[in-house]
């Protein structure tokens, strides 16, 4: 018979290790984008650029780690960033007509839906629960 912590190991589901994967591959992109713009070396300019873009990718750590963690608000914030995310990535690789745009779509996509996949099961239980009672 094996025993199992869930203190210190809770177990996650496939679609809440998605949504949490891709907010982290997303702050990476930010940051590796950031760290970029500062390399470009245009001045005052993309030096504010990189500061917003490496606070941006701090930011959605922090919204990594609250969804991980599974702390209430944190499952809404990876909606909404992955949400923004599409919407910003369909438009620039429309303007611009850059096709690697569309792999950062399709991350976005797959994080949108993970964390709404992870709701619905959080909601799903939380009913069951209620219902159990």
Request: with cysteine; hydrophobic share 55%; aromatic share 6%.
């Amino acid at each position: 018979m094996q025993v199992t912590d869930t203190r210190t190991s809770p177990r996650r589901s496939l679609a809440q290790t998605c949504a949490t994967g891709g907010t982290v591959l997303a702050a990476l992109v930010f940051l590796f984008v950031g760290v970029g713009s500062l390399g470009v070396n245009n001045g005052v300019f993309s030096a504010g650029i990189a500061l917003m873009l490496i606070g941006y990718a701090a930011l959605l750590g922090l919204i990594a780690q609250a969804a991980h963690t599974g702390w209430g608000p944190g499952n809404g914030a990876v909606v909404a960033s992955s949400l923004l995310h599409m919407l910003v990535g369909v438009s620039t690789a429309r303007g611009s007509n850059q096709w690697w745009l569309w792999i950062f779509v399709a991350l976005a996509a797959a994080t949108l839906v993970g964390a709404l996949k992870a709701h619905l099961d959080e909601v799903k239980a939380d009913g069951q629960s209620a219902a159990q009672s």
